[in-house]
Structures are given as C-alpha cells and as structure tokens.
C-alpha cells in the first residue's frame, strides 16, 4: 500500500459563543495581516525614493501577505470553526492552489531578497549592473509564474492533494493526503533548496559585512577619511540585517511544519497540524512590524498615509528617507 502522512481528524463542535469569539479572533487577525502589508504595499508603490530593486521584491512579499490575511486566513477560520466543508470539491482545489502558490511564492521572495543582499554587500561595484529595476521585476514574474504552475502541476498529478481521501463522514472535508514521493519532494523543492541557498547566502552577507564594518570602525578611531562609498556600504549591511532578520522569523515559523511532514508514517493530530499551519499565516503578518522597527523611511510613510498626506500634490516625490 502507498505509504502517505493523514490528519487524524477529530470532529470538534464548538458552542455559539465559543464559535463567535473565535470567529472574532481569526478576523482580527486576517485584518490586521490585511491592513499592515497594505502599508508597505501602499508606501513602496507610492513614494518614488522606494522604487528600488530591494523594495520591489519586499513588494511582491508583501502582496503575497496581504492574500495570506484576505484569502487564506478566512477560508481555513471557517473550515477550523464549522469543522465541515460546505463549498464543494472544485472550491477546495483552488483554495489549496492559492495556499500553496502564496506560502511557494513567499519563500521564492526570500531567495530573491538573499541574492539582491548578497550582490550589494559582497559585490557592491556590480549592483547596479547586476541587479536592475527590470531584471528583478522578470524575477518576480517568474517566481509567481512558476510557483502557480508547481502547484496547479501537483493538483493535477494527484501526487499530493487526494480528492478520494474526502469522505462523507461530515457533509465534506477539505484537507491534504500527502504521498511519501509527494511529502519529500515539496519539501525538497518547497524547504530544503531555497532554505540551504538563503542560509549559505546569508552566511557569507555577515561574513563580509562584519568585515566591512570593522574597517569603517578603524578608519573612523583612526580620524582618516570616510568615503560615501564606505558609508554606503556599511548601510547596505544594516540592510542585510534586518532582512536577515525577517527569514530568521521565517524559518522559525516554518520549520516546525517541515519536519513534521517528513514524520510520513505517524498520525497527525488536527490540533497540532491546524496550530502549525496558522503558525505559517501568522508570519505573514510579522514581516511589517519587522519593517516598522528597523526602517525608519515605513514608519515616516505610514504617517503620511494615515494623515492622509500621500493625496497631496507631488507627495510621491518626497525624500522620506530625510524627512523630519
């Protein structure tokens, strides 16, 4: 028989004021995740001085945050709170396309974001030629293009999504029965691959910008002179930090789940695959209190949003990055 991980499904009937509080909870929270990746979404497209390679991909992020909060986040509340699957076979499909194509699509982000880094600290002379407006935006496109084709790709081959596995018990079932060649598979392509590139990239970025850091600090005790291009450099690093830190968040998130998925012979429970599955929704709303904290240009052009300025004329053109 075709080794495969199940849920261990466990009809859980919740009374009608613990589904209310639940169904309050689960709205905040797909509210928030909407409103705070709409801020960087919002800001980056507006604001002229953001229009950078980095940015774009922090974009293409953000945009697949925002579905997680407006899509993703509702549809599995309801199927967590009613337990039962009302909307029909083809639905659950597609919800299971656009889940997968959301979490592939953040993941390729990060790769993206770890070779734009590596590129401007370990090899600042080339970024401009290397890493252009329109060589990133081909990269994005090509990250949502094949992400989607991936898993349309696995609907149709049947290798992880099994539709006979849906039974009758309750009025329908929407969940995942994953085969041993489809579990390691899409935790080769979907985890393994891009996480050892990330973190290998990430490796030498710190490397070199803690290098690049101590000849700035030397200089400076030293009283010599500070070129532009060492300051840029050492503002390239903070760059990469902080980065750096939103896929350290996005492993913590997300490793849990992986390697639960490789276990291919235990049961899993609902309880511990539905907590680790909004663990991966939560992180989408982290990475904007991650960019609130260490960029000082979102915070500046969240205020202009909430005060409305951006509808001023010529507010796209305002140097944030200097503003008081």
Known sequence: MKGHYEYNIM????????????YVFFS????????????VIIS????KKLHTPTNLIILSLAVADMLVGLIVMPVDAIK?????????????????????????????????????RYVAVCHPLLYPQKITMTKTLISICLCWF???????????????????????????????VISFSGTFTDLFFSFLSP????????LRIFYVAHQQVKVLNSLMKSGKCVTEGSVRRKSESKAALTLGIIVTVYLICYIPYYILSITGTTVISSATI????????????????????????????????????????????????TDN
């Open 11 to 22: 009809y859980v009937f919740f009374s009608f004021h613990e589904s209310n509080i639940m």
């Open 28 to 39: 905040l929270l797909s509210a928030w995740t909407v409103f705070l990746n709409l801020l």
């Open 44 to 47: 980056i497209s507006h604001f």
């Open 80 to 116: 967590l709170i009613e337990t039962c699957w009302y909307f029909g076979d083809t639905f659950c499909d597609v919800f299971m396309i656009i889940m997968g194509l959301l979490l592939s699509t953040s993941i390729c982000n990060l790769v993206l974001i770890a070779v734009d």
């Open 146 to 176: 094949f992400s989607s084709n991936y898993n349309i790709g696995c609907l149709v081959s049947g290798r992880y999504f099994e539709a006979s596995q849906r039974s009758d018990a309750c009025y329908g079932k929407c969940y995942l």
């Open 195 to 202: 996480c050892t590139l990330i973190i290998t990239l990430y």
């Open 274 to 321: 539905t907590f680790l599955l909004w663990t991966l929704y939560v992180n989408s709303g982290l990475n904007p209190l991650i960019y609130a904290l260490f960029y000082r240009w979102f915070k500046i052009s969240v205020k202009y949003i909430l005060t409305f300025k951006i509808f001023e004329s010529a507010s796209s053109l305002i140097d944030i990055f």
